[in-house]
């Protein structure tokens, strides 16, 4: 299955719709760089995490967190080929580990820890899945990067994404989240406010919980929060 996919117009869109998708194609093409899903995550966890990683490049460290979540990942990724798909509410389908997607539409790209592949009363649909090493209730944070997931899914494969999950490796349970038409549309604004913010260069404010801070990365260039 190829990793990139290029964006195609959906028959059932009116003329002026498809122009309007051909501009934003063009634009992004012609800025040269896609946002990462993952970014989204980090943004809502703090704006900044983002600006210093794009405006001030090669700077970030790989942390013990950042380690220790690959490992695990890989592990559940190797345990996954012999588990049923109970925990996803499937009886069955076809797994794709790492699936990696990309559309110049949405000005986005990401790699998806796991894509089931299936098929219920002759309507084939994808439900994505993202391993996270973590036991607490996925936040929104969380949610809108599946969204994405959902997003580049629907328009790479051109197939239905109803649903996806958050699989929360200590505790080995699969949450499910619904993609409603408010969560990509939360999902597809705040790709528009990210992609701005670099553009701009023009740094947010950070994020208004101080608590992250103290074991932040970026901390010691952030003169203005502790």
């Not at 996919?5 to 093409?29: A, C, K, N, W």
Request: net charge positive; aromatic share 8%; glycine share 8%.
């Amino acid at each position: 299955m190829d990793e990139g996919f290029s964006p195609e117009i959906s028959p059932e869109h009116g003329p002026d719709e498809d122009e309007e998708e051909l501009e934003q194609v063009d634009f992004f093409e012609e800025q040269g760089w896609l946002l990462r899903v993952s970014d989204l995550k980090q943004y809502s966890y703090c704006p900044r995490v983002v600006y210093y990683t794009y405006c001030v490049p090669g700077v970030r460290p790989t942390t013990f967190k950042m380690r220790m979540g690959e490992q695990a990942q890989k592990r559940v990724s190797q345990l996954e080929t012999r588990r049923s798909l109970r925990a996803y509410g499937l009886k069955e389908g076809k797994r794709h580990f790492h699936v990696t997607l990309r559309s110049w539409r949405l000005g986005l790209s990401g790699q998806i820890d796991l894509v089931i592949e299936t098929e219920e009363g002759g309507k084939r649909r994808a439900v994505p899945v993202d391993f996270k090493l973590s036991r607490r209730q996925p936040g929104p944070n969380l949610k809108v990067q599946l969204a994405c997931y959902a997003l580049l899914l629907e328009e790479g494969w051109q197939v239905a994404v109803e649903e996806g999950f958050i699989y929360l490796i200590p505790s080995r349970r699969g949450v499910r989240v619904p993609m409603t038409r408010r969560l990509l549309g939360r999902a597809k604004g705040l790709v528009a406010e990210v992609r701005a913010m670099v553009e701009s260069q023009r740094m947010p404010p950070p994020t208004p919980r101080r608590a992250r801070c103290v074991d932040c990365e970026f901390r010691r260039f952030c003169n203005d929060v502790l």
